[in-house]
Every structure is written in structure tokens, then in C-alpha cells.
């Protein structure tokens, strides 16, 4: 019963990535697209822990970690990367 329940649930968050994957293609700003493609890596940890849990296999679980870390690090390059544009925008003094 809870297993079929947990693959009833990698189905509902495969349709809220998909959801997702439309925010980040429509958003109209920069912070807007990375908050959905963290978003995304947090669903993405999500559905590999329960496909873990469902297989009774704890290997996922070490990878769900290292992407949750490289999703996170990746956020923060962009984070970084959105800052020094706009540092660079404001030394040319563009309005945009």
C-alpha cells in the first residue's frame, strides 16, 4: 500500500517539474528562472529518495545527497553570477 502510494507520488511531482520547467521558460526575470531551477533540483532530490525508499536500495540516497549539494552549489554560482552582472551593469551605467 505505501509503495503504491509513493509511485502515485513520483507521478504528481513529475507533473509539477513539468509545471516548473514552464515557470523557468516563461519567468520574467532572471530570480525568477532560478528560484524554479532550484526548485527543480529540490523535487529532482525529492523523487530520487522516494524511488529509494520504494526499491529498498540506500545507494539513491547517497546520490540524492551529492546532487542536493551540487544543486545547491550550482544556485550559488548563479546567485554570484546575477550580482557581478549587475555590478558590471551599474559601472556602464545601463538603465536595464
Known sequence: MVIVMFEYLIYVFIVIMILILIRAALGPSFAD????LSALGNILVLIMVIYSI????PMYLDIAIVFAMLSFAGLLAIAKYA????????ERGDKK
Open 83 to 90: 550580482v557581478w552582472h549587475h555590478e558590471i551593469k551599474q
Open 33 to 36: 528562472r532560478a528560484v524554479a
Open 54 to 57: 520504494t526499491i529498498q536500495n
